[in-house]
């Protein structure tokens, strides 16, 4: 099954099953400034403080929960709305997908549906090192989306290769390795041994080329819902 159509019906399941369908519920969808997002971190070279990407958030009841998208705005509406949207953007799917993670949230379904923020990136990266070191031992690692301090962190101890979409990356070298580009993805995940996937794939529908019969950990705040629904792996240690 389409992984959004299931994530849809989960939706839908909770909207139902909680009686919310009958109600009128605000779910307002905002665009965070990089400072709310991520506050203030040492390192200016994460994608949100570059202005690539900005962090949509819902709050729902008094739950939040955020996704990252190239293709930002501000919606309000009800479930049923988000719930029957057509998701054929990535404005869209990140209005849904901030959503669903509040919606998930809210019942107690997932935790971590709000970006780590100031020192806190550096401290995932070593933890991240640790977890894939501890569980994998000393494995060839594909990391789909930059991520600078993980790719720097995991640099220092594991054979690593990179792909990213923005065409800036593209090309350049980071931390001794060379960023490739889309085209590069299915190489990279046919060597690996152990796949390091952004959340935001989920966002930009990338989702399905990355899904590879490798060991794959999803990383980040977007994928919160998602990787309950569809039974992923999601590393997120300091996520709130």
């Not at 299931?6 to 779910?27: G, P, S």
């Not at 001794?176 to 085209?183: A, D, L, S, V």
Request: net charge neutral; glycine share 8%.
């Amino acid at each position: 099954m389409d992984s959004f159509k299931l994530m849809r019906q989960e939706l839908q399941r909770l909207v139902d099953e909680n009686a919310w369908q009958d109600k009128f519920v605000d779910v307002s969808v905002k665009t965070l400034t990089p400072e709310e997002a991520i506050g203030n971190p040492e390192h200016d070279d994460y994608p949100l403080v570059k202005g690539k990407e900005r962090m949509m958030e819902a709050d729902f009841l008094g739950s939040r929960g955020q996704a990252f998208t190239d293709l930002y705005g501000i919606f309000k509406g009800t479930l049923s709305v988000v719930s029957g949207m057509r998701l054929d953007n990535n404005y869209r799917r990140g209005v849904f997908l901030a959503t669903l993670n509040a919606v998930a949230r809210k019942l107690g379904l997932v935790d971590k549906t709000v970006h780590c923020r100031d020192d806190a990136p550096p401290q995932c990266a070593k933890e991240l090192v640790s977890h894939i070191r501890s569980s994998f031992g000393k494995p060839r690692v594909a990391m789909v989306g930059l991520q600078p301090r993980m790719v720097e962190a995991l640099a220092k101890q594991l054979e690593v290769r990179v792909t990213d979409l923005d065409p800036e990356n593209v090309g350049t070298t980071k931390f001794g390795i060379r960023i490739g580009g889309r085209e590069q993805t299915a190489t990279n995940l046919d060597w690996c041994d152990v796949a390091l996937v952004t959340g935001t794939t989920m966002t930009n529908d990338t989702f399905r080329e990355i899904l590879a019969e490798k060991p794959t950990i999803f990383y980040g705040v977007t994928i919160a819902a998602p990787a309950h629904f569809l039974g992923l792996t999601r590393f997120c240690p300091y996520g709130t």
